[in-house]
């Protein structure tokens, strides 16, 4: 089945030019009806004699619908009339063969139809004719269906910049897959649009911890993420060995929560603070003093702590956060001797009031910008003083700009 909805200006040639090349099943007539009887009186009668449109292009009256349009000259009343109608058409009409054609009418009428038939999904239609001067084409002419492309990729790509900017590359990637999927494109385009894919959905894993998928996806696209390719290489070569955790995974679960906050999670933000401290403290205990904070050795752990920190049910030892720093600070760690200067040991639980203060922990209301603000000031300030007294250097990652990634989109 095919819908051909079209615009009528005051000549019908090309209106019935454009009936005989597409033979549709349904017929909509947008019109005007000022002055004395304005195009709709096309549909009838033919100024210069003979049948009108309807007769002479044999449509039966269950086939055609004419929609006039009070004000042909007012583009948001144009726009909307349209869009509705052919939004309705599109919906009773679901596997049909959708045309605009926008010859005829006022150029606002022209414009308002390509721009509704755009955004819906409809092929654009114009009847073609050479001109014998500037100002005025034949009336005769050929029906060609206008690449819409360039205006729907616009579009996709700001609906792409918005998702981005709030952190969901999962939502850009399936916005922009879509778009390859229906648009025609030139290979050089269509390359350019998997590359950028690519980066979304390198950088969807990477916000999901998925540091194998991240690195294979973005190693691809150096020219974008050039920067923070170091740091995920060495977050994959973690991932696949599964040897203890480096430092860097610390940096990049504290730079985690600002995307979470970025999209006003602040709750979850929190929480990967407070995780990313408490992570600090496991990996220095692991790589320094082979202590493993969810079975610990508690022949390696001073009193009074062995004892204080012995299970009494006979299962396997651990310490949190509090007892992590406790023992670095038993065991003259530089760590631990930070925790337990200028304050910071108060200051930590602070933090941990926050997180049990938490809905999702203990608490009955989420948490807040204010209590993320709060909670960010101290985890990012402790992890930079901690990470500076063992000799780490805590660069908190960030991903690339939308500038870096635009570069990838065509133009």
């Not at 605009?100 to 755009?118: F, I």
């Not at 950028?196 to 390198?202: K, T």
Request: aromatic share 6%; glycine share 8%; proline share 6%.
């Amino acid at each position: 089945m095919r819908v051909l909805a079209m615009t009528v200006g005051d000549t019908p040639e090309p209106i019935m030019t454009s009936l005989k090349h597409h033979e549709p099943d349904f017929t909509l007539f947008f019109v005007t009806d000022q002055p004395r009887g304005g195009t709709n009186r096309l549909l009838s009668e033919n100024p210069r004699g003979g049948p009108g449109i309807i007769v002479a292009s044999r449509l039966r009256d269950a086939c055609y619908r004419a929609l006039v349009l009070p004000h042909p000259d007012d583009f948001a009343s144009c726009y909307r009339l349209i869009r509705d109608a052919l939004r309705s058409a599109r919906t009773g009409s679901p596997d049909a063969d959708l045309v605009a054609d926008y010859t005829g009418g006022t150029k606002t009428m022209s414009a308002a139809m390509a721009a509704a038939a755009t955004r819906l999904g409809w092929k654009l239609s114009l009847v073609e004719a050479p001109r014998d001067n500037l100002n005025r084409a034949h009336l005769v002419g050929v029906p060609v269906l206008q690449s819409v492309s360039p205006l729907v990729l616009d579009e996709i790509v700001e609906q792409v910049k918005l998702l981005f900017e709030a952190r969901n590359c999962e939502g850009a990637e399936a916005v922009l897959t879509e778009g390859i999927r229906q648009l025609a494109l030139e290979p050089d385009q269509r390359a350019s649009l998997v590359r950028a894919v690519n980066v979304f959905r390198g950088l969807a894993r990477w916000d999901q911890f998925g540091y194998t998928d991240a690195y294979a996806h973005l190693r691809a696209c150096g020219e974008v993420c050039g920067e923070v390719l170091p740091h995920l290489a060495r977050l994959e070569e973690f991932a696949r060995s599964g040897d203890c955790p480096p430092y860097e995974l610390v940096a990049d679960l504290a730079a985690n929560a600002d995307g979470r906050a970025a999209q006003g999670r602040y709750e979850d933000a929190v929480l990967r603070l407070y995780r990313a401290v408490e992570l600090l403290a496991q990996v220095r205990l692991a790589l320094a003093h082979g202590l493993d904070t969810g079975d610990l050795d508690l022949d390696k752990v001073p009193e009074p702590l062995r004892r204080k920190l012995a299970p009494r049910d006979g299962g396997k030892a651990t310490a949190g956060l509090v007892n992590a720093y406790l023992i670095l600070a038993a065991l003259g760690d530089p760590l631990g001797h930070v925790y337990q200067s200028d304050g910071w040991d108060k200051r930590l639980r602070e933090l941990l009031l926050l997180r049990n203060n938490a809905f999702m922990e203990h608490g009955f209301r989420p948490l807040g910008e204010e209590e993320w603000q709060k909670a960010r000031r101290i985890a990012r300030e402790f992890l930079g003083k901690g990470a500076e007294s063992i000799g780490v250097r805590m660069v908190f990652p960030s991903p690339p700009t939308w500038d870096r990634v635009a570069a990838l989109l065509p133009t």
